[in-house]
């Protein structure tokens, strides 16, 4: 079993990712570290995102039209009874809805509104803590990386220093392109991290965009003013 393993051991020792854990010491190990973070984030943020979005589905759409329309004609109940599996995980249709059974239930208009902008804003909450995990690791990552490369820098003019000044030139240019090392690990993890961070911010911009505009199309709305509005047009 040892000799079948033999060859996996001997690649994991001598392979290009562990020559970067040595040149780089332990902040190499902690940049690795929080890449693996990072990329786990994104995974369960997209996850997330995929399941838990708040999204404006073509069944709210139409909920929202027959609203406008004819706010008699919308039943909460009805529209949480006959909500399939995604219906169900979108926060925004939960919102809609129970700002409708509000509103038919002549609530106060202020009560209302606070009601459905607080709950609007839960429903962005679990997007905003892996957000900020990955803008971290876009700030601390070219840090590390050049905490690593002072580090080095030093231990590299240290060790010329304990020769008392004889150490040749290829030994020190190879001290500090192993300080380097850092600093280019830590860009290399920093650039594709700020720039998922900027593209998960642009998008919960555009689904904050969706929810505020959602939510003004159905407070708009007073039930009392259209089924007036309703009676007189079926009768005149």
């Given at each position: 079993m040892s000799d079948f393993l033999a060859p996996?051991?001997?690649?994991l020792t001598d392979g290009p990712l562990n020559q970067l854990l040595v040149m780089g010491g332990p902040v190499m190990t902690v940049l690795l570290v929080m890449a693996v973070l990072g990329l786990v984030t994104f995974i369960y943020l997209?996850?997330?995102?995929a399941l838990y979005a708040p999204r404006l589905s073509r069944k709210l759409k139409s909920i929202i039209t027959l609203w406008q329309q004819n706010p008699a004609g919308v039943n909460p109940q009805v529209i949480?009874?006959?909500?399939?599996?995604?219906?169900?995980?979108?926060?925004?249709?939960?919102?809609?809805?129970?700002?409708?059974e509000s509103l038919q239930s002549n609530q106060d208009n202020r009560q209302?509104?606070?009601?459905?902008?607080?709950?609007?804003?839960?429903?962005?909450?679990?997007?905003?803590?892996?957000?900020?995990?990955?803008?971290?690791i876009a700030a601390l990552a070219p840090l590390l990386g050049l905490?690593?490369?002072?580090?080095?820098?030093?231990?590299a003019f240290s060790a010329m220093a304990a020769t008392e000044g004889r150490a040749n030139a290829s030994q020190l240019s190879g001290?500090?392109?192993?300080?380097?090392?850092?600093?280019?690990?830590g860009l290399v993890v920093a650039i594709p991290f700020a720039a998922l961070a900027a593209w998960i911010e642009f998008r919960l911009r555009r689904i904050h965009k969706v929810v505020n505009s959602t939510l003004v199309?159905?407070?708009t709305v007073t039930p009392e003013a259209s089924s007036?509005?309703?009676f007189a047009h079926a009768t005149g």
């Open positions: 996996f051991s001997s690649t997209i996850l997330l995102g949480r009874q006959q909500a399939n599996r995604w219906g169900k995980l979108n926060p925004l249709q939960n919102v809609v809805t129970n700002t409708i209302v509104r606070e009601t459905a902008a607080r709950d609007a804003q839960q429903g962005l909450e679990p997007f905003e803590a892996p957000l900020k995990i990955i803008e971290v905490l690593g490369t002072v580090l080095g820098m030093m231990e001290g500090i392109y192993e300080a380097l090392t850092t600093t280019a690990a199309s159905v407070l007036q509005q309703h």
